[in-house]
T-cell receptor, first 115, second 113 residues
Framework: GAVVSQHPSWVICKSGTSVKIECRSL??????MFWYRQFPKQSLMLMAT?????????EQGVEKDKFLINHASLTLSTLTVTSAHPEDSSFYIC???????????FGSGTRLTVV | AQKVTQAQTEISVVEKEDVTLDCVYE???????LFWYKQPPSGELVFLIR??????QNEISGRYSWNFQKSTSSFNFTITASQVVDSAVYFC??????????FGSGTKLNVKP
């Protein structure tokens, strides 16, 4: 079945540094990928939609300069949390839409802790 | 506006009991999809089922069954003869506007031995 690899699965970084999270579709091409954020014991909230070769579309209230998204190929999207602060600590999860089957597959998530 | 309500924050049952997780949705779209996902403690989202708005047939898959009723905007999920491995957070989600997902707040299911 369709697999989305998300890396790293967890990361601890110092406040003020930047962290890059990768979302890779392993056996299908994804023209569209999505980034979600989940606070402890809360639901997933869509942050942004990225389309291959174009700028990401951010949801209301999400700072695009803080959460940089790059979707450079049909199998890879990256989320960079710039100048991370403790309040950015969260679980980030990506989803990829198969350009052939239109199915959606979620990655395994990245737990970011900013200290 | 889209909305998914999972009123049950947490449910505890004893193994072998049946349990139903409720999901009520709101949307103005005539075409939409509803999903259920399981999120175990490890965090990944496990796809369970997808239903489109034109298909109200109930579905059974092993111990899992789903009841989709457009008249009440509900898409409930029942686990029969629950097992400890069913313990997880379950999310109901609505796909709208072609690509966007709106997730409910989730129901944490605790199945005790």
């Amino acid at each position: 079945g369709a697999v989305v690899s998300q890396h790293p699965s967890w990361v601890i970084c110092k406040s003020g540094t930047s962290v890059k999270i990768e979302c890779r579709s392993l056996d299908f091409q994804a023209t569209t990928m999505f980034w979600y954020r989940q606070f402890p014991k809360q639901s997933l909230m869509l942050m942004a939609t990225s389309n291959e070769g174009s700028k990401a579309t951010y949801e209301q209230g999400v700072e695009k300069d803080k959460f940089l998204i790059n979707h450079a190929s049909l199998t890879l999207s990256t989320l960079t949390v710039t100048s991370a602060h403790p309040e950015d600590s969260s679980f980030y999860i990506c989803s990829a839409r198969d350009r052939e089957s239109y199915g959606y597959t979620f990655g395994s998530g990245t737990r970011l802790t900013v200290v | 506006a889209q909305k998914v309500t999972q009123a049950q924050t947490e449910i505890s049952v004893v193994e072998k009991e049946d349990v139903t997780l409720d999901c009520v949705y709101e949307t103005r779209d005539t075409t939409y999809y509803l999903f259920w996902y399981k999120q175990p403690p490890s965090g990944e989202l496990v796809f369970l089922i997808r239903r489109n708005s034109f298909d109200e047939q109930n579905e059974i898959s092993g111990r899992y069954s789903w009841n989709f009723q457009k008249s009440t905007s509900s898409f409930n999920f029942t686990i029969t003869a629950s097992q400890v491995v069913d313990s997880a957070v379950y999310f109901c989600a609505l796909k709208y506007n072609f690509n966007k997902f709106y997730f409910g707040s989730g129901t944490k299911l605790n199945v005790k031995p």
